[in-house]
């Protein structure tokens, strides 16, 4: 099993940044790839970054440039650096992990709301 706990969201004006973190606990050493979901008020959850063990990365086009995922397995934690936020950044955003070969885990989501 594995614990997931999102934290640093919150309410900004656009332009402006936040850092999300996702603190894992339980088989830590068990985590293949690591994600970062959002999910806007009547729209699909969507993928908006991923990380693998080896660290290579993935990001939605919509946040090149602006969002960067990165990991520190030594400390068990997952982070979201957003800058340049955007008021159609404003959504729940979701902390994945997966565990070969089929187990997903979820946090409990950190609000980003973007005041335009």
């Known amino acids: 099993q594995v614990q997931l706990v999102e934290s640093g969201g919150g309410l900004v004006q656009a332009g402006e940044s936040l850092r999300l973190s996702c603190a894992a606990s339980g088989s830590v050493s068990s985590i293949d790839d690591m994600s970062w979901y959002r999910e806007a008020p009547g729209l699909r959850r969507e993928l908006v970054a991923s990380i693998t063990s080896r660290g290579d990365t993935y990001h939605l086009d919509s946040v090149k440039g602006r969002f960067t995922i990165s990991r520190d397995n030594a400390r068990n934690t997952l982070y979201l650096q957003m800058n340049s936020l955007k008021p159609e950044d404003t959504a729940v955003y979701y902390c994945?992990?997966?565990?070969?070969?089929?187990?997903?885990?979820w946090g409990q989501g950190t609000q980003v709301t973007v005041s335009s």
């Open positions: 994945n992990a997966f565990v070969h070969p089929y187990q997903y885990y």
